[in-house]
């Protein structure tokens, strides 16, 4: 088996996680619609995320109860063996969308406000190179990256808030989503689509953070790390910018980094902007890992390049679908913002829910 | 003949270079070119007497393989006598002495060694003498044994019935004794050719620490290593590697500290290095590593003894090579590899700010002239008018594309370095002003490079100076022309998948088993050596990255 799992500690699995959730939050926003009847990002960040740990905890409690390891053992457990190859596939999907989704908002900004004659086509061979070799390595040299710079993205992210904060004015909250019940419950998916995806993938690599206990810490710690960046970056963005301004702006994170003027520090947008970028591809090629890893599992694939390299020319042609300089599919985008969340949602509560009714406890076996 | 063959002749009397034995010349070159009918001049082994070499020019490994047989001693003096005299080639190899002696004047013996790599002197006295001097042997004694406890005066003397091993012993430096009727020799620790003394380090320099270096004898290295570890753990275990060249090395590790699992990998690794050309710790570290086209060392290769002693006491395992002046340690990390043996030697504050300087250093060096390029030609807008403008100015007149001159730059200042280092002394030291500061301003005089990328080139060459290991200044080298072509390519975003990419390739390598990147990533308890040097109270604590036997009993 050259499935390239190794073994990764806490800390690492906590920085992982963390950097998946905190940049698919900052980079994963529902647009201009988003903002149309208010500004309710920061609360739709809680009660995301919210949903997103209650899911991860119930999942984790029936694996624990049946005694499975990993996320495919659990599908094999709850569907058996041939209904766990679609759900495993399923579930590989849509976290190549997770991975995607993001990179989409970041291509655009490069392509943007940094490389405004380049292709987009030009643009993304260097994430597809990096995404791939990052991938081909493996989840431990992934999850060692991750610690590495998770350090420079959180001082990135730091730094971008706390030079914004003359800007900050409380007001520019209100109103409150009130009426807008839709656009509230579509603003949630999307942060249900930030922070499931990087549980999920301590779920699917249950055996190299050795076993669900150790997954069950590692994903309430990065919660507890992720949820409050997440919401203080949607409050920073929240204060900064009115509801009604937010409706005219494409990426509300870059023009946070924008408003930062004078001085020295004028030029410092496109170095955090990079810093991001880092951030944005680990955690992408952690997701693609992942889709990887369970593809492999469930199809009985006994090495992961082939599946890695297929996520990642998968992703990258997402990423390429989905960024708007490809006009007729701009619609890609908010089809896949809105329906990925509930699909990734269903995919991990039937079979708890399906797990939960089958009775007898630690009979589940890993298929690893 | 036609006017052609005419000049080709002519150009046949000159030579491509001088000191050939056999100088292939020019017109030679072009008429075996043409003329395909002409024999070839040069001397090519095709086929060996193994037949044919296999495609890809392998080798039949049979050739290199050992007989498994053992050859016993023979109890016939002459029999062993004709094997050796054959075998070691004594017709041509003078230097192999065959002493023919009676014992007690009775017992026939022959002691046999290597004039040159014995000690004359303990030969004569101590062996010689006292064999010729000694009572007669009683008939039912056992004669080697009588040998070894009634006649010689040697601290080692070991008998040894497999005839191979005496022949290496000898080849080695050791004598046989081999006496008439014993199925056994005696072989002698004699061994006493000339060695360098131990002197001062010529590359690890300290102020704060002892100023002994390593010599080229394995056993003043060991006792200079167990001068200063002093606990009976430890073991210092002679193996040889370089297959039928038998080289010796030493294996020191802590019994009961280091973790047998690392020792018994070294060991593996050392026994399965059967190249003959070993000559080294470096080349043995590429024979016996697993990853041997990495630029990045597996190894901590140093000359002092108290930086070994260090290491043994942290749990490490320490390899010394016979002919060599170097240890290898290992596992080594990146930030091992970082670290200076003064580090220790200084209080937490000053060698905190000594190691960031370095690290500041080694980061400029790598980073400057790529995110520079970057800059320069992707994202101008990132760099003030002020700097633009002089980046500008001075390039004014500068015909080389940036990128070209900054690269062309690089190889020329390493150019400089090899040349100051191939040149010996204070030779070496002119070389450097010349190349550097001569050739330099003549160079920007004449417009062929400009100073903003002269002063960018200098810098990143003062920065990998402060890098402490040899190899990494190189491996950092190539990382920055790696980085360079990227940001010339991509600017930032080249430049920040290429950091990316070498970050996570560098999180994927292993020294012996252990992560390059710790004890940082993965993060371990270890104290160090990373960024700030802690207290001194907490190095009593081994390594746990090496994952230790006892921790916190050092």
């Known amino acids: 088996m050259n499935l390239r799992e190794g073994s990764i500690g806490n800390r690492e699995g906590v920085c992982i996680s963390a950097l998946i959730a905190v940049t698919s939050s900052a980079f994963l926003d529902g647009g201009r619609t988003a903002y149309r009847f208010g500004n309710q990002m920061w609360i739709a960040v809680i009660a995301g995320a919210a949903l997103s740990l209650a899911v991860f905890l119930l999942v984790v409690h029936a694996m624990e109860r049946r005694g499975c390891d990993d996320l495919y053992a659990f599908y094999v457990d709850a569907f058996g063996n041939v209904l766990a190859i679609p759900f495993c596939t399923l579930t590989a999907l849509l976290l190549i969308i997770a991975a995607a989704l993001p990179l989409i908002r970041m291509l655009y900004t490069l392509q943007r406000f940094i490389f405004v004659d380049a292709d987009t086509e030009n643009i993304l061979l260097y994430l597809l190179f990096s995404l791939w070799i990052l991938t081909f390595l493996g989840f431990e040299p992934i999850g060692r990256t991750a610690k590495l710079f998770s350090m420079p993205v959180l001082f990135a992210f730091l730094l971008m808030i706390l030079l914004g904060l003359p800007d900050y004015d409380r007001y520019r909250l209100y109103p409150l989503p009130g009426s807008a019940g839709a656009s509230f419950l579509h603003q949630m998916g999307i942060a249900v689509l930030s922070f499931l995806p990087p549980l999920l993938l301590l779920l699917i690599c249950g055996h190299g953070m050795h076993g669900i206990r150790t997954v069950k810490k590692i994903g309430c710690i990065a919660a507890l790390v992720s949820v409050p960046l997440a919401l203080l970056l949607q409050l920073a963005i929240g204060t900064a910018f009115s509801f009604l301004q937010l409706s005219n702006i494409d990426i509300p994170v870059y023009r946070l980094l924008l408003s930062v003027r004078g001085g020295m520090l004028l030029r410092l947008d496109k170095i955090l902007l990079f810093v991001w970028l880092i951030g944005m591809l680990i955690a992408a090629a952690a997701l693609i890992y992942g889709a990887s890893l369970q593809l492999c599992l469930g199809w009985h694939m006994r090495d992961i390049r082939p599946a890695a390299s297929v996520g990642c020319v998968f992703c990258a042609t997402l990423v390429l679908l989905g960024n708007r300089s490809v006009s007729v599919l701009s619609v890609f985008y908010t089809v896949l913002l809105r329906f990925s969340g509930s699909l990734l949602l269903a995919a991990v509560l039937l079979p708890a829910l399906i797990s939960f009714m089958k009775k007898g406890r630690d009979l589940c076996g890993s298929a690893v | ?554």
């Open chain 2, 1 to 554: 003949m036609p006017i052609a063959w005419q000049i080709l002749s002519t150009m046949g009397n000159i030579t491509l270079k001088k000191g050939y034995r056999k100088s292939i010349s020019l017109g030679s070159r072009l008429q075996r070119f043409f003329r395909f009918d002409l024999p070839s001049e040069e001397f090519e082994l095709l086929e060996t007497e193994h037949g044919e070499p296999k495609l890809f020019g392998q080798h039949s490994n049979d050739f290199y393989e050992r007989s498994d047989t053992v050859r016993l001693v023979s109890a016939e003096l002459s029999e062993n006598e004709q094997r050796l005299k054959t075998e070691c080639r004594s017709e041509i190899n003078r230097d192999l002495i065959i002493r023919k002696f009676s014992v007690g004047g009775q017992q026939m013996a022959m002691l046999v060694f290597v004039e040159g790599l014995v000690n004359a002197q303990l030969i004569c006295e101590f062996i010689l003498r006292q064999a010729i001097l000694a009572p007669s042997i009683p008939q039912d004694a056992d004669i080697v044994q009588y040998v070894i406890e009634h006649v010689l005066a040697i601290q080692d003397a070991q008998p040894d019935a497999d005839f191979d091993h005496a022949k290496q012993a000898i080849l080695e430096g050791r004598s046989a004794l081999f006496l008439d009727g014993a199925s056994e020799a005696i072989l002698m620790e004699t061994r006493g050719f000339p060695s360098r003394s131990v002197g001062a380090p010529q590359n690890e320099t300290a102020i704060l620490g002892p100023h002994e270096a390593f010599t080229e004898n394995i056993r003043t290295n060991v006792t200079l290593i167990r001068r200063l570890v002093r606990t009976d753990d430890l073991v210092c275990e002679f193996r040889s590697a370089g297959g039928r060249n038998n080289v010796r090395i030493g294996i020191l590790y802590r019994e009961g500290i280091a973790n047998r699992t690392l020792v018994n990998e070294v060991k593996r690794r050392l026994a399965s290095v059967d190249t003959l050309l070993v000559l080294s710790t470096g080349m043995l570290e590429q024979l016996a590593g697993e990853r041997g086209n990495a630029f990045i060392p597996e190894t901590l290769s140093t000359e002092r003894p108290d930086r070994s002693a260090a290491a043994l006491m942290q749990g490490q395992v320490v390899v010394l090579f016979d002919g060599n002046p170097l240890a290898a340690i290992m596992p080594a990390t990146l930030f091992s590899l970082m670290s200076s043996p003064e580090d220790l030697y200084l209080r937490p504050a000053a060698g905190s700010v000594v190691r960031i300087a370095r690290y500041f250093g080694a980061a400029v060096s790598t980073l400057l002239p790529p995110v520079f390029i970057a800059l320069a030609l992707h994202h101008q807008g990132m760099l003030s008018s002020q700097i633009l403008a002089t980046v500008l100015s001075s390039r004014q007149m500068v015909y080389l594309p940036l990128p070209v001159e900054l690269l062309l730059m690089q190889i020329l200042f390493q150019l400089i370095r090899q040349v100051g280092l191939n040149v010996p002394g204070a030779l070496g030291q002119s070389v450097g002003i010349i190349g550097g500061l001569i050739m330099g301003q003549a160079a920007v005089a004449a417009n062929i490079v400009s100073t903003v990328v002269l002063i960018v080139v200098a810098l990143s060459g003062l920065g990998n100076f402060a890098i402490p290991d040899y190899r990494l200044q190189l491996a950092s080298f190539y990382l920055r022309l790696v980085l360079v072509l990227l940001a010339w390519m991509g600017g930032l975003l080249g430049l920040s998948c290429a950091i990316l990419v070498i970050t996570a390739w560098l999180a994927s390598l292993k020294s012996y088993g252990v992560p390059l990147l710790s004890p940082v990533a993965p993060k371990t308890e270890s104290v160090g050596p990373v960024l700030f040097r802690g207290p001194l109270q907490q190095h009593r604590r081994a390594t746990d990255y090496a994952n230790t036997v006892g921790r916190g009993t050092v």
